[in-house]
């Protein structure tokens, strides 16, 4: 069995070691690090969002409707800066019914030209971890990200490459609510952080990526009321990755718990 997990694991770092060869754009700006300035991190706890109406629809078809518009409301929110240079709000990909929530930073270059989540280099990889290690689609989960438009350090040139910058904790806080509202929405059993920055605003800790990573903790916000944690496991962002491959064995461990996880019976 050791010895099959052994060799499972050397296919999948072979297999994504062939994928970074094969692509070519510079890193986005996730895992990044957060300026001085920005620090700390953890946003003031935000002012819920109104709660869904009652409705005798079937709950599926209100979740939907219901998601719809909170997309349709970020699309057009002007909470934050933020808001005033982005091509595109990038709300979130997957499916409502997702047993697990990826959540990144913010969106970059790529996203804010697409208007969805993790679709440059980063996403393919993401993609890839998804498929090799979950047998998963991104169509099978949900992916998010904290803050729903591209933070850039020179708001006026949105059409730059190396704009990136990470968001502060005013736009974190503009735009937390929103994130919340998706997750008690889709209710997932557990959420997984990508990189320092989403881990240290969902579990509103202040230590890095490489410490906390590789072990559950309880979602700190009580979305569904007291005893019905979301289970929250941190680990790299793909970025990370793809910056530094040495950081790809302990991403596959953390993926072999969130399999073992899933595959739990409910
Ligand atoms: S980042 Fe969030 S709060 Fe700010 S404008 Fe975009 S959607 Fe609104």
């Known amino acids: 069995m050791k010895r099959a997990l ?30 001085a300035a920005a620090a700390p991190l953890q946003a003031p706890s935000p002012a819920p969002l109104p709660a869904p109406a009652a409705s005798a629809a079937p709950a599926a078809a209100v979740a939907a409707e219901d998601i719809a518009l909170l997309a349709e409301k970020v699309k057009n929110c002007r909470r934050c800066g933020l808001g005033i240079a982005r091509l595109n709000a990038v ?87 929103y994130l919340d509202e998706q997750l008690r929405f889709i209710k997932p059993a557990c959420i997984v952080t990508l990189g320092s920055v989403a881990t240290k605003v969902l579990l509103g800790i202040d230590k890095g990526i490489s410490t906390v990573r590789g072990h559950w903790y309880d979602y700190p916000v009580e979305l569904f009321g007291p005893g019905h944690p979301i289970k929250v496991l941190p680990t790299y962002h793909p970025a990370a990755l793809l910056r530094n491959p040495n950081l790809k064995r302990d991403t596959w461990e953390d993926m072999k718990m969130l399999k073992e996880f899933l595959e739990k019976p409910v």
């Open 6 to 35: 052994g060799a499972a694991a050397r296919d999948v770092a072979a297999y994504i070691r062939t994928l970074d060869e094969n692509l070519s754009e510079p890193p986005l700006n996730a895992g990044a690090a957060v300026p």
């Open 91 to 177: 709300f979130g990909v997957g499916t409502y019914k997702a047993r697990v929530v990826f959540v990144g930073e913010g969106p970059g270059f790529q996203e804010d030209h697409e208007g969805e989540p993790f679709v440059g280099r980063s996403g393919q990889l993401l993609d890839k971890i998804l498929e090799t290690v979950l047998g998963l689609k991104r169509s099978d989960v949900y992916i998010a990200n904290i803050v729903k438009c591209h933070p850039m350090k020179s708001p006026e040139t949105p059409e730059a490459h190396g704009n990136d910058r990470p968001p502060t904790p005013e736009e974190i806080s503009a735009c937390r609510p």
